[in-house]
């Protein structure tokens, strides 16, 4: 499975997330400051989302400071279903009833551990 997964800012948590994903297998295409780009939450959201709008990649993963705001831009893009997750039980939810395709996180709320959980669902 191939996930896009961007961020405006690098951060411990975006590290775990991707070094988690990379230790499952998944393949990562990762887009702004996970990447080389300097792209502000407005540019790497559609970006992403895009991917996987348009079946370049399965699935997305974007991080943005609240994680709102991303989420909103993201599911401007037609086709994507951008739940912001906050916990496990939101991030099962999303997939199980709103067939979400695109996960987002909170880089100021969510940890470790958490975004573990989160990405075990």
């Known amino acids: 499975m191939k996930l896009a997964v ?15 994903l990379k230790a499952k297998g998944f393949e990562v295409e990762v887009f702004g400051a996970l990447g080389e780009e300097n792209l ?4 790497v959201g559609p970006k992403v989302a895009e991917r996987v709008a348009g079946g370049t990649c399965d699935e ?3 991080f943005c400071w609240i994680g709102t705001g991303v989420s909103i831009i993201a599911n401007k893009v037609p086709g994507i279903r ?15 009833w709103n067939h979400a395709n695109v996960l987002v996180m909170s880089l ?7 975004a ?4 075990n669902t």
Do not use: M, Q
């Not at 573990?116 to 990405?119: A, C, D, G, S, Y």
């Open 60 to 62: 997305g993963i974007i």
């Open 116 to 119: 573990k959980e989160i990405l």
């Open 6 to 20: 961007g961020s405006d800012e690098r951060y411990p948590v975006t590290n775990f997330v991707l070094s988690w």
């Open 40 to 43: 502000t939450w407005v540019e």
């Open 108 to 114: 100021r709320l969510t940890s470790e551990p958490v």
């Open 82 to 96: 951008a739940a912001l997750c906050c916990d496990a039980a939101k991030a099962r939810g999303a997939r199980e």
